[in-house]
């Protein structure tokens, strides 16, 4: 299995323009999160997916974050408009069953906005 | 909200022991472990399951106590590969599958 893989794996772009970051879960997991990482905050969690439905939006920071899941082997997350302190590393995990069993994450996205 | 890892930084030298641990305000249904390199995703260590149970994994081993809300971190005769960051992640009742992670532990393993 190639994993869960992510892309762009860096993106750079400037405050004010639209970023959209993919994730493609590992077959068969019903879970899909989308957390972000900084410094200063950590690992958070934005929004995860049960079986292509969001649960839980709650850790989305603003109404400029968005995320969709149309099928089980595709999400997509996406600031509009970006702004500087956004940028920060996007991880998408996927898990096959709740919590019984760990996360495997992807690469990352590396998310820097000027 | 946020569990709490102490310490939150570690060195050491091969061969030595250390324990990370996690503390949580709330009840928990289940404790995760991850150790991030870095530049490179989190990585799953293992998983403990409200019961209290304790797990091992090479020399890496560990234990939950569900009425404390803690979970604690084992390594034994640490290797230089083992250094990375360590989080904690953990789940609330109802076994809902969202993990709230720890501000992590940086660990640093010296020849």
């Known amino acids: 299995d190639a994993g869960v893989i992510q892309s762009p794996r860096h993106e750079v772009t400037e405050m004010g323009q639209e970023v959209t970051l993919r994730c493609k879960p590992i077959s068969g997991h019903d879970y899909l999160f989308w957390y972000r990482q900084t410094m200063m905050r950590g690992l958070e969690l934005l929004i995860y997916?049960?079986?292509?439905?969001?649960?839980?939006d709650s850790g989305m920071p603003e109404d400029r974050f968005s995320a969709k899941m149309p099928n089980a082997s595709f999400s997509t997350l996406k600031i509009q408009p970006s702004e500087p302190r956004d940028s920060a590393v996007y991880f998408c995990?996927?898990?096959?069953?709740?919590?019984?069993?760990?996360?495997?994450f992807g690469s990352g996205t590396r998310l820097t906005v000027v | 909200q946020q569990p709490v890892q102490s310490p939150q930084a570690v060195i050491l030298r091969e061969g030595e022991d250390a324990v990370i641990n996690c503390s949580s305000s709330k009840a928990l249904y289940s404790v995760h472990w991850y150790r991030q390199k870095h530049g490179e995703a989190p990585v799953f260590l293992m998983i403990l399951l409200k019961g209290g149970e304790q797990k091992g994994h090479d020399k890496i081993s560990a234990s939950f106590n569900e009425k404390k809300q803690q979970s604690s971190l084992y390594l034994t005769a640490s290797q230089l590969s083992y250094s990375g960051t360590y989080f904690c992640?953990?789940?609330?009742?109802?076994?809902?599958?969202?993990?709230?992670f720890g501000q992590g532990t940086t660990l640093q393993v010296k020849p």
């Open positions: 995990a996927s898990t096959p069953a709740g919590a019984n069993y760990g996360y495997t």
């Open positions: 997916f049960n079986n292509n439905v969001p649960i839980d």
């Open positions: 992640g953990t789940e609330g009742p109802g076994n809902t599958g969202k993990l709230i």
